[in-house]
């Protein structure tokens, strides 16, 4: 019996951008993308103006030039994978999920984290942590920073608020550790509010100063010199964790094709084998950055 590629295919992808993913509290680019590899969204320009009470006649005429957004996806593929008995697996779901579980999981993490790094912005909209003095906890990173403190947060709800992005929608992705430190800085009666915003179906885990945290293991990664780091290079002695704070609309995230591969009854491995590749991606949706923000761990002196 052939495989039939669309039934896998469906359930690597299932649940990839869960409810309780980061990801998925971001603008849903997946409509944008052309031939599989690249997103094209229409970034519309700066308002017309008002005026009040208008005395000059003919109103002077302008035009709006509007940017195209364009970002291309990453390819993500998985390791070859033997399965002895295809028939069998193909007849049941719970079998056929079993067997690609692992590399779902894999591919979830390995997306979330490339697409978070693709959202962390420039040093010049960032800020840096102002709390006690704790120790660095990126891996390879040595030396103390500044813990993450709820002034932190406070001082990103004030950008944002400076910068009238809507109060509903926004989000703040934390680390472990950075969460730890926050929860530490709150007062009980703090902390009871905070809780009371839980919602773990689409993985809010309190809300503060208008933002809705959630948190992985780890978030974002910057350099000495304020630069966001990949998670799949070495950590660096002066490397600090960073959080990230970001409206919904403020940034995108995009699937493209999906693909497998497969060889079936292969002589040399007396069985099938089976491969996938996929196409994501993600970036900030304004070319000005507005409504993004990381917070950097700042090194202690």
Same mark, same amino acid.
């Given at each position: 019996?052939?495989?039939?590629?669309?039934?896998?295919?469906?359930?690597?992808?299932?649940?990839?951008?869960?409810?309780?993913?980061?990801?998925?509290?971001?603008?849903? &680019?997946?409509?944008?993308?052309?031939?599989?590899?690249?997103?094209h969204?229409?970034?519309?320009?700066?308002?017309?103006?008002?005026?009040?009470?208008?005395?000059?006649?003919?109103?002077?005429? %302008?035009?709006?030039? =509007?940017? =195209?957004?364009?970002?291309?996806?990453?390819?993500?593929?998985?390791?070859?994978?033997?399965?002895?008995?295809a028939?069998?697996?193909?007849?049941?779901?719970?079998?056929? $999920?079993?067997?690609?579980?692992?590399?779902? &999981?894999?591919?979830?993490?390995?997306?979330?984290? $490339?697409?978070?790094?693709?959202?962390?912005?420039?040093? /010049? !909209? %960032?800020?840096?942590?102002?709390? &006690?003095?704790?120790?660095?906890?990126?891996? *390879?990173?040595?030396?103390? #920073?500044?813990?993450?403190?709820?002034?932190?947060?406070?001082?990103?709800?004030?950008?944002? !608020?400076?910068?009238?992005?809507?109060?509903?929608?926004?989000?703040?992705?934390? $680390? /472990?550790?950075?969460?730890?430190?926050?929860?530490?800085?709150?007062?009980?009666?703090? %902390?009871?509010?905070?809780?009371?915003?839980?919602?773990?179906?689409? *993985?809010?885990?309190g809300?503060?100063?208008?933002?809705?945290?959630?948190?992985?293991?780890?978030?974002?990664?910057?350099?000495?010199?304020?630069?966001?780091?990949?998670?799949?290079?070495?950590?660096s /002695?002066?490397?600090?964790?960073?959080?990230? &704070?970001?409206?919904?609309?403020?940034?995108?995230?995009?699937?493209?094709?999906i693909?497998?591969f497969?060889?079936?009854?292969?002589?040399?491995?007396?069985?099938?084998?089976?491969?996938?590749?996929?196409?994501?991606?993600?970036?900030?949706? #304004?070319?000005?950055?507005?409504?993004?923000?990381?917070? #950097?761990?700042?090194?202690?002196?």
């Amino acid at each position: 019996m052939a495989i039939q590629k669309e039934i896998w295919m469906t359930t690597i992808v299932e649940g990839l951008f869960a409810d309780n993913s980061m990801i998925q509290k971001a603008f849903n &680019a997946d409509e944008f993308v052309e031939n599989g590899k690249t997103v094209h969204i229409p970034n519309a320009g700066a308002a017309s103006g008002v005026v009040k009470n208008r005395t000059e006649f003919p109103a002077a005429v %302008s035009s709006r030039t =509007d940017n =195209d957004l364009t970002f291309s996806l990453d390819e993500f593929t998985t390791n070859p994978i033997r399965i002895p008995n295809a028939d069998t697996v193909e007849l049941s779901y719970s079998k056929r $999920d079993s067997v690609i579980r692992t590399d779902r &999981a894999k591919l979830i993490q390995d997306v979330t984290e $490339d697409i978070l790094y693709r959202w962390s912005p420039l040093a /010049a !909209n %960032s800020i840096e942590t102002t709390g &006690a003095v704790v120790l660095a906890h990126t891996a *390879g990173a040595t030396g103390n #920073r500044l813990a993450f403190t709820k002034d932190d947060v406070l001082a990103a709800s004030s950008k944002f !608020n400076a910068k009238d992005i809507p109060m509903a929608g926004r989000f703040m992705g934390v $680390d /472990a550790v950075m969460y730890n430190q926050l929860i530490n800085s709150l007062t009980a009666a703090e %902390s009871i509010a905070f809780h009371s915003a839980v919602d773990i179906k689409n *993985g809010v885990i309190g809300q503060l100063h208008t933002f809705n945290i959630m948190m992985r293991s780890r978030v974002a990664r910057y350099t000495g010199a304020g630069l966001a780091k990949e998670w799949t290079t070495a950590g660096s /002695a002066t490397d600090c964790a960073a959080a990230l &704070a970001w409206h919904e609309n403020s940034v995108c995230r995009a699937l493209g094709e999906i693909t497998m591969f497969d060889s079936e009854s292969n002589p040399l491995y007396y069985g099938d084998i089976y491969s996938f590749l996929m196409r994501a991606g993600g970036r900030p949706m #304004r070319t000005n950055v507005e409504g993004l923000l990381a917070i #950097r761990q700042a090194t202690a002196a």
